[in-house]
């Protein structure tokens, strides 16, 4: 196979993430027009990485973990979105490699891709517990804006499995709206660090969706 067509075909394969919708948008029957995409996560992810690297000075590979998040979602291609409530964590990860196998099978570089993917599931390197918590942090930021918008009725989740989660219910008992049960429920499981808890504590006491609140 030519360069010219494997990198035309991992292009249109990866452009597939662009219409797969994420799961956990859609299990909370978020009411927006177009509920987020794994591509548009995947940007968000790699635009706070580059945010917090810049202002908290960060000791690490930034383009290692750009690149980090941009191969880590690939397998949601072949896999779908799975969300923690829906297959164990190490079910999700022999499922991941496998995907990231084919996805990037044709690729001179794919062991090395492979090799990335691994690295952020096993989040023992600065780099990778950055990435992580960056795609953590990011997803508790795009509820806050769902949140702001009005667009989930915490009174319709009959068939939402997350919501009825035990941890999920007592947070959003003690937090009261969703999007704060959200950031609380991240800063609880992920371990984040003192500047990732800042940032999850100014999008939780702030309104963040008007402009002008964040205007310096």
Request: charged content about 30%; glycine content about 4%; proline content about 1%.
């Amino acid at each position: 196979m030519s360069k010219e067509k494997n990198v035309v075909e991992f292009y249109l394969l990866c452009n597939k993430l662009k219409n797969v919708l994420r799961t956990g948008w859609t299990q909370w029957g978020v009411q927006a027009n177009r509920v987020e995409s794994v591509a548009e996560h995947v940007f968000g992810t790699q635009m706070l990485a580059i945010s917090m690297w810049s202002e908290y000075s960060y000791d690490l590979d930034i383009k290692k973990v750009l690149c980090m998040l941009a191969v880590h979602e690939t397998e949601e291609i072949l896999i779908g979105d799975l969300t923690p409530f829906d297959i164990s964590k190490e079910e999700k990860q022999e499922l991941g490699k496998q995907a990231v196998k084919k996805v990037f099978g044709h690729l001179e570089n794919a062991e090395y891709f492979a090799e990335l993917t691994s690295e952020f599931d096993e989040k023992k390197t600065k780099e990778a517990k950055f990435a992580f918590w960056c795609d953590k942090l990011e997803c508790d930021i795009q509820c806050k804006l769902y949140d702001e918008q009005n667009l989930v009725d915490l009174n319709k989740q009959e068939n939402n499995k997350d919501f009825n989660n035990p941890m999920v219910q007592n947070v959003i008992k003690e937090e009261k709206t969703w999007s704060k049960a959200w950031l609380r429920f991240g800063q609880m499981r992920y371990n984040y660090d003192e500047n990732f808890l800042k940032i999850s504590d100014f999008v939780k006491n702030n309104t963040i969706s008007k402009d002008d609140e964040l205007k310096r």
